[in-house]
């Protein structure tokens, strides 16, 4: 009888071992939070590049960092039912275009959610197949107002820190080179808005940047910030997200790769995990 309830204890402690650590890796494999990617990627080949590469990286900094990484081309998931389910959302190349998605996207913004976008979600110009006629998020959320101008080719930029206590930036030298891109300029001045956070912008060392032909896509002076945050929200803007491709040869191949720049990717990832680990922010 002694052997035998010895024998149940021990049946007994390896039960609640083996439910315990079935607990233990359960909550583990809980995400910390829940990020969801909309893209588009049907145009611009150096976009579509971009996209493809994102929706690589991004799973493995999930995988390394214990967030979950979501995607969806249909920005009709653009709603409340379907947001609540996040704690993040990315914009990787466009913009929700419909009243309702736009409606929601904001709603969700002001209640507190996270968001970060990448270069041609910032796009706006008037005439063009992407109008600036959403001013909450262009002139208010992002603050940039239009469109009004870029670099080319893509080229690498030396980059300047200009907020070294933000979250995003804590990993990052005074100074470090980029990977290639397309650098926008806007027709607001960034500086002049008091709920703008300019955390990145590009450095003088780096004039002249862009390589042509045409001289205005050549830049040679000036203030370019490349990312930023809104204080009003919870929110990261980053400027970067256009690959070079091999358009002159007819390849089309990719040339360049925006995460293969580890000081790059460093910010972005400590962007979003400030975005989505952080406390909520609503609107006031």
Same mark, same amino acid.
């Given at each position: 009888?002694?052997?035998r309830?010895?024998?149940?204890?021990f049946?007994?402690?390896?039960?609640?071992? $083996?439910?315990?650590?079935?607990?233990g890796?359960?909550q583990?494999?809980?995400?910390?939070f829940?990020v969801?990617?909309f893209f588009?990627?049907?145009?611009?080949?150096?976009?579509?590049?971009?996209?493809?590469?994102a929706?690589?990286?991004?799973?493995?900094?999930?995988?390394?960092?214990?967030?979950?990484y979501d995607?969806t081309?249909?920005?009709?998931?653009?709603n409340?039912?379907?947001?609540?389910?996040?704690?993040?959302?990315?914009?990787?190349?466009?913009?929700?275009?419909?009243?309702?998605?736009?409606?929601a996207?904001?709603?969700y913004?002001?209640?507190?959610?996270a968001?970060?976008?990448?270069?041609?979600?910032? $796009?706006?110009?008037?005439?063009?197949?992407?109008?600036?006629?959403?001013?909450?998020?262009?002139?208010?959320?992002?603050?940039?107002?239009?469109y009004?101008?870029?670099?080319?080719?893509?080229?690498?930029?030396?980059l300047?820190?200009?907020?070294?206590?933000?979250?995003a930036?804590?990993?990052?030298?005074?100074?470090f080179?980029?990977?290639p891109?397309?650098w926008?300029?806007?027709?607001?001045?960034?500086?002049?808005?008091?709920?703008?956070?300019?955390?990145?912008?590009?450095?003088?060392t780096?004039?002249?940047?862009?390589?042509?032909p045409?001289?205005?896509?050549?830049?040679?002076?000036g203030?370019y910030?490349?990312?930023?945050?809104?204080?009003r929200?919870?929110m990261?803007?980053?400027?970067?997200?256009?690959?070079?491709?091999?358009?002159?040869?007819g390849?089309?191949?990719?040339?360049?790769?925006?995460?293969?720049?580890?000081l790059?990717?460093?910010?972005?990832?400590?962007?979003?995990?400030?975005?989505?680990t952080?406390?909520?922010?609503?609107?006031?």
């Amino acid at each position: 009888m002694r052997f035998r309830t010895r024998h149940l204890a021990f049946l007994f402690l390896l039960l609640v071992g $083996f439910c315990g650590g079935r607990s233990g890796r359960a909550q583990q494999a809980k995400p910390k939070f829940r990020v969801v990617a909309f893209f588009t990627a049907k145009n611009d080949l150096a976009h579509i590049s971009y996209v493809q590469e994102a929706n690589a990286w991004f799973p493995k900094m999930a995988a390394a960092h214990q967030f979950s990484y979501d995607t969806t081309s249909n920005w009709n998931n653009l709603n409340a039912e379907f947001l609540a389910r996040y704690q993040v959302v990315v914009f990787l190349d466009t913009r929700p275009e419909a009243p309702a998605q736009r409606a929601a996207f904001q709603q969700y913004m002001e209640r507190g959610g996270a968001w970060m976008g990448f270069h041609f979600a910032g $796009f706006a110009l008037s005439p063009s197949a992407y109008p600036q006629n959403w001013n909450w998020y262009h002139e208010q959320f992002l603050g940039t107002g239009s469109y009004a101008g870029n670099t080319w080719r893509p080229t690498a930029a030396v980059l300047r820190v200009e907020n070294r206590r933000h979250p995003a930036t804590r990993h990052l030298p005074p100074t470090f080179t980029s990977a290639p891109n397309e650098w926008y300029k806007w027709s607001n001045d960034l500086r002049t808005n008091p709920n703008i956070d300019i955390l990145l912008a590009i450095d003088s060392t780096s004039f002249p940047l862009g390589t042509g032909p045409k001289p205005h896509e050549i830049w040679h002076s000036g203030y370019y910030p490349v990312a930023w945050a809104n204080k009003r929200y919870r929110m990261l803007y980053v400027n970067m997200g256009h690959n070079d491709m091999d358009y002159e040869h007819g390849t089309n191949q990719t040339l360049s790769f925006t995460f293969a720049n580890a000081l790059q990717s460093q910010f972005i990832l400590d962007g979003l995990l400030w975005l989505g680990t952080g406390r909520k922010r609503p609107v006031r």
